[in-house]
């Protein structure tokens, strides 16, 4: 029989399951023990509910055994994150203005997640409102790098993305803003995407025309993101802008032939923004592989500077229209640099927001244009490598001071300003174990390909398959039948 253990793929486990040669229960009790040994050291996962854990496994188990057909998910574990609503279980966003807060409903993501079978645990840590890339606040704490303790886990899907690397989960579900799955992965060594907005469908979201905030995947490798895609992607008339397209179109296997496909790289935006060097050639290090794989390689970027502007304007303005209401009850105990963001969005006038809508436009004719001559763009996700967990954001690159919190998040919410598909993708280590991530940007919708790039870049290198030593049970064989 094979051998399963915390670290199987999210698609054998759920095989094994189907199959009978694992129980939902054993594969449950596993990860159990995992996050009961691991998170008192790193605090991912928080709001736990393990009698309703084990619970919901024997009834996994009871369906499969009467005969009954499952969901691709079934009997799988999963905490979600914390600014996502799962019913009965709080929602806090990591703020005290919402501490007591328990979810009366499940959010369209979590539906979906429930409806293939998944068993939902608990939530995932965040920061305070999922503003930025360092997952802390007052209510949970904060969370901390598995590779090393005293570095950031990342945000604002932090959580999830360590409770995936140590294997307290088999996957979990993210969000991305201005780079919450992508800075998250990249810093734990993990699979994390920023979909096409509408590729995954928002629901319930105050704003549901703007294409700033996605939802989608964090897990190990690309096929267990792809799996999970298969699920969370397809059409939903709650959300005016889904792409009606099935998501079935994630469980076709991936051709791994990239040759002749076109490349273009930058480890600084076209010399537009600061890099620390160990990022930089890390990232240009992997030019190799993608020339290796038979790609034809150039260094080039679009200019994309007026991302900057778009991004503060519609971030500043999404804020202040979704969180007027708390902010009125509950500013005195919220954190200082969500209260800038929110003040900023109070003080947009229309014409700052009409350059804004203007300047987005530019940007998605120019990046149009440019993946007519390109089929991806390879870029850092982040500037810096994990940095010290005490600071909330790190202060300078190169010398350039970050005048604010996201300032030094811009190499992934340029990106998220375009609106174009992004994967983070391991890509090594740094000199003391840190890891570190490229993204891999794609053309409008163009989903299936940034994974199927990322799997053969994935293929080739194996850096993803690297966990953190704490993670590393004595015994963390799951027992099977």
């Given amino acids: 029989?094979?051998?399963?253990?915390?670290f199987s793929t999210a698609?054998?486990?759920a095989k094994a399951i189907q199959k009978h040669e694992l129980s939902a229960r054993e594969v449950m009790e596993a990860h159990l023990a995992q996050i009961k040994r691991i998170n008192p050291e790193v605090n991912a996962i928080v709001s736990l509910d393990q009698d309703h854990a084990l619970k919901e496994a024997d009834k996994a188990d009871e369906i499969l055994a009467t005969g009954k057909k499952a969901g691709p998910l079934h009997g799988l574990p999963i905490a979600i994150k914390d600014t996502h609503n799962a019913k009965g279980f709080p929602m806090t966003s990591g703020s005290l203005a919402l501490s007591d807060n328990i979810s009366t409903e499940d959010d369209l993501i979590?539906?979906?997640?429930?409806?293939?079978?998944?068993?939902v645990i608990g939530k995932t840590n965040?920061?305070?409102?999922?503003?930025?890339?360092?997952?802390?606040?007052?209510?949970f704490g904060v969370t901390r790098n598995p590779y090393n303790l005293n570095r950031t886990a990342g945000g604002s899907s932090g959580g999830a993305a360590v409770a995936v690397t140590s294997g307290m989960l088999p996957f979990a579900d993210g969000s991305d803003m201005g780079g919450s799955c992508r800075f998250p992965a990249a810093f734990n060594n993990v699979v994390g995407m920023r979909t096409s907005p509408g590729r995954v469908p928002t629901y319930p979201k105050p704003a549901l025309f703007s294409p700033l905030a996605t939802q989608g995947p964090i897990a190990r490798n690309v096929e267990d993101a792809s799996f999970m895609m298969s699920v969370l992607a397809g059409p939903d008339n709650?959300?005016?802008?889904?792409?009606?397209?099935?998501?079935e179109q994630f469980l076709q296997p991936f051709n791994k032939d990239l040759n002749g496909l076109r490349i273009a790289w930058s480890a600084d935006f076209g010399g537009t923004l600061p890099v620390d060097p160990v990022v930089s050639s890390n990232l240009k290090e992997q030019m190799k592989v993608f020339t290796d794989l038979g790609c034809h390689v150039e260094e080039t970027c679009p200019d994309l500077t007026e991302a900057d502007e778009v991004f503060h304007v519609f971030r500043a303005w999404e804020f202040e229209m979704s969180?007027?209401?708390?902010?009125?009850?509950?500013?005195?105990?919220?954190?200082?640099s969500f209260k800038w963001n929110f003040n900023k969005g109070r003080k947009l006038r229309g014409i700052d927001i009409g350059r804004a809508e203007r300047l987005r436009n530019q940007l998605?004719?120019?990046m149009r244009v440019f993946f007519d001559q390109y089929d991806a763009l390879i870029l850092p996700v982040s500037q810096v490598p994990p940095f010290d967990v005490n600071l909330e954001y790190p202060e300078q690159i190169n010398g350039v001071r970050m005048e604010t919190y996201i300032d030094w998040m811009r190499s992934s919410y340029y990106i998220s300003a375009l609106g174009?598909?992004?994967l983070s993708i391991p890509s090594g280590f740094t000199s003391d174990g840190l890891p570190l991530g490229l993204q891999i940007v794609g053309p409008h919708q163009a989903d299936y390909e940034v994974l199927r790039i990322g799997h053969a870049f994935e293929q080739a290198t194996n850096y993803g398959e690297k966990r953190p030593k704490i993670a590393q049970a004595k015994d963390g064989h799951i027992s099977g039948r």
Avoid: Q
Wanted: glycine share 6%.
């Fill in 110 to 119: 979590v539906e979906r997640l429930k409806n293939a079978g998944a068993i």
């Fill in 323 to 336: 969180n007027h209401e708390l902010f009125e009850r509950f500013e005195e105990v919220m954190k200082p």
């Fill in 126 to 139: 965040v920061p305070e409102f999922g503003a930025g890339a360092h997952t802390f606040n007052e209510v």
């Fill in 11 to 13: 698609r054998d486990l």
């Fill in 364 to 366: 998605y004719h120019r």
């Fill in 1 to 6: 029989m094979e051998h399963y253990n915390n």
């Fill in 238 to 247: 709650r959300s005016p802008i889904s792409i009606e397209e099935s998501g």
């Fill in 420 to 422: 174009n598909p992004a």
